[in-house]
Structures are given as structure tokens and as C-alpha cells.
């Protein structure tokens, strides 16, 4: 079985990379008042400094963003974004905690908005409320359930928005952990709808990524999943498909880091990265040009890190044995 569904990672990666289409697809009342034409900032560093003041324990994903105002008002606002993935009874404190926080330490405005991503129907905690002796506090924050996303309005299917990808990503890990076999058909059905909307290069390797963080397979579908995009790619002779191949590069570098760390030692990280790349370059040459000769695998196999790195970027346009020899003699 592959690890579980890194929730945490992929969300903070989605609300970095598409802030707006994030909030225009969850909560599209806050997108419609933010001065999309002024830069955001994120302050990772100064929520970390909260929640460690606030003594509260690790959250499921959190974001401080300074965004401005759209009315008219000069004044920047603190958007505070948490995605729960998990039932959690303690959420409505716990935000009202962040809130009142983020308030007394910045002196600024703040919203709090807070995505549901577990998988329990109906629940959605939207209020805080104490009240002792006729002293009371209600505190309410907006709320977007993913679950209800999927049967709102068109749904995820038809939906333009390309962190709707995402959020369909998220629930299929959620409803496929106990059936890989569909996971694979959910993540290639995903993946082609990035090729079909027309999305660039870069779009279409930021999106995959975050896919592909959320729905891992075993090594076995891995594989098969990929001869499958490579097919695919080869049918439609769409050139966008080629960034999953250096996106597979570039988990080879992640695997090989991994295995460093795990090792401990800055000799077992350099050699788990090397490692990591030869053996994706060599899988990845091969689909390009075929059975590789014992000389030239092992004239890739000497290649050091750097090399192996800039051989990632070069063999997208190898199509036979010839361009290898030629950028191995040239390198």
C-alpha cells in the first residue's frame, strides 16, 4: 500500500499557488471585495509565532495572508485559512483562539474562513459560543464542505476553476483508500482533464503535482498508470505531456533525498539522490529511445548530480540512441 494522502502538503501548496481561484471556487463572497491587482503576502512565520504563543498544538493546515481591500477602504485585511481534514469537535475554539489572536497581535482586521475537508456528511460547525453569568461570546466564521462542492451548482466535473481538479483529487484519496485499482482510474481521469482544458506547461505540472501528492499508488499501478500517460501522449501528440516526464525527474530527486534523510548521514543523501535520478533518467530514456547498449547505461550511470539534472531538461527532445551519444560526448 502506498503512504497515506499528504492532505497537509498538497493544500498548503494549492492556497500558495492559486489563492484566487481557491477562494473564487469556496468562498466567492471574500474573492469578489480583495484587490486581486495588489500583491498578497503570506505570513507563515508570524502564524507559526501564534500558534506556538497560543500553546495549541499542531493544526491540519494553516494560512495567514495579508490581502486589500477592494471597496474603496486603504486597508489591508488578514485572511486566516484553515483546511480540516479530520473531525475535530475542538475546530470552533480553536479558530475563535487563532482569531482573537491574529487580532491583538497585528491591530488589523481579520477573516476567518475554514474548509471542511473530512468525510462526515452534514457536519459543519459554523459558530463559537461560551456564555457564563450573562457574559457571552459568539463567534461565527465562514465555511466551505467540500463534499458539498461535488453535487453543487455543475459540480467539480464541469468546473473551469483549476483548484476544482484539486479538491476532486483530495476526495477520491478519501473515498479510494481501500481500492487502488479505482484510485488509478480517478487520478487518470483527472490527469487527462488537464491536458483536455488547455491549460500551458507550467499550469499543467503545477497541477499534476498537487494530483499526484494526493492520490499515490503502490509502485506496481504507479508504473502502469505512467506507461499510460505516455501512451497517451504519444496518440494525441500533445507536447504538455512531456512536463510529466520531468516531473517524474524530479521525484526521483525527492525519493533519493528521502532515503538520505532516512539514512542520516550527508553520504547516504548524496548517494540516494544519484541513485533516484539514474534509475528514473534510465526508465525514461528508454521509453525515448529504446534499449539502452551496457555502455551507455553505464556512461549514465557515472553521471554526477548536476549532470544527471541538466540530462533531465535535455532528453525531452531525444528521440533516438544518436542524441544520446551526441549530448553525452558534448556534456
Known amino acids: 500500500m502506498p503512504e497515506a494522502a499528504d492532505y497537509d502538503g498538497a493544500w498548503k501548496e494549492t ?4 489563492l484566487q481561484p481557491f477562494l473564487e471556487l469556496c468562498f466567492p463572497h471574500i474573492a ?8 498578497v503576502e503570506f505570513l507563515d512565520k508570524e502564524l507559526e509565532e501564534i500558534v506556538r504563543d497560543a500553546d495549541l498544538g499542531k493544526q491540519r493546515v ?63 460547525p459554523t459558530v463559537y459560543e461560551d456564555e457564563l453569568w450573562g457574559c457571552q461570546v459568539r463567534f461565527q466564521y465562514p465555511v466551505c464542505k467540500l463534499l458539498e462542492l ?26 479510494t483508500r481501500a481500492d487502488m485499482d479505482l484510485r488509478k482510474r480517478a487520478k487518470w481521469q483527472l490527469t487527462r482533464r488537464l491536458y483536455e482544458r488547455g491549460y500551458g506547461r ?4 503545477e497541477l499534476f503535482r ?17 506507461e499510460e500517460v505516455i501512451t497517451f501522449e504519444r496518440e494525441t501528440a500533445m507536447p504538455h505531456l512531456t512536463s510529466i516526464e520531468r516531473l517524474g525527474l524530479e521525484q526521483g530527486r525527492q525519493e533519493g533525498r528521502q532515503e538520505g534523510r532516512q539514512e542520516g548521514r550527508q553520504e547516504g543523501r ?21 534499449s539502452l547498449p551496457m555502455n551507455l547505461e553505464s556512461k549514465v550511470r557515472a553521471l554526477t548530480v548536476p549532470e544527471l539534472e541538466k540530462l533531465a531538461e535535455a532528453l525531452l527532445d531525444f528521440s533516438s540512441l544518436a542524441d544520446l551519444e551526441f549530448w553525452l560526448q558534448g556534456r
Not at 469578489?32 to 500583491?39: F, N
Not at 469537535?89 to 476567518?112: M, N
Not at 507550467?202 to 505540472?205: T, V
Open 15 to 18: 492556497l500558495e499557488l492559486y
Open 62 to 124: 494553516d494560512k495567514l495572508i495579508k490581502v486589500r481591500r477592494l471597496d474603496g477602504v486603504e486597508e489591508w485585511v488578514l485572511l486566516h485559512i484553515e483546511v480540516q481534514a479530520q473531525i475535530d469537535e475542538g475546530l470552533p475554539r480553536r479558530v475563535y483562539q487563532y482569531h482573537h489572536r491574529i487580532v491583538d497581535r497585528f491591530g488589523r482586521l481579520a477573516v476567518t474562513l475554514v474548509v471542511l475537508a473530512d468525510q462526515r456528511p452534514g457536519w459543519a
Open 150 to 175: 461535488r453535487t453543487a451548482g455543475n459540480g467539480l466535473e464541469q468546473s473551469e476553476n483549476p483548484v476544482a481538479l484539486v479538491v476532486a483529487a483530495h476526495l477520491a484519496a478519501q473515498s
Open 270 to 290: 548524496q548517494e540516494g539522490r544519484q541513485e533516484g535520478q539514474v534509475e528514473m533518467a534510465l526508465r525514461l530514456l528508454r521509453r525515448r529511445c529504446g
Open 202 to 205: 507550467k499550469q499543467i505540472l
Open 210 to 226: 498537487l494530483i499526484d501528492w494526493l492520490l499515490m499508488l503502490p509502485e506496481s499501478l504507479e508504473v502502469a498508470f505512467r
Open 32 to 39: 469578489g471585495r480583495i484587490d486581486w491587482s495588489a500583491p
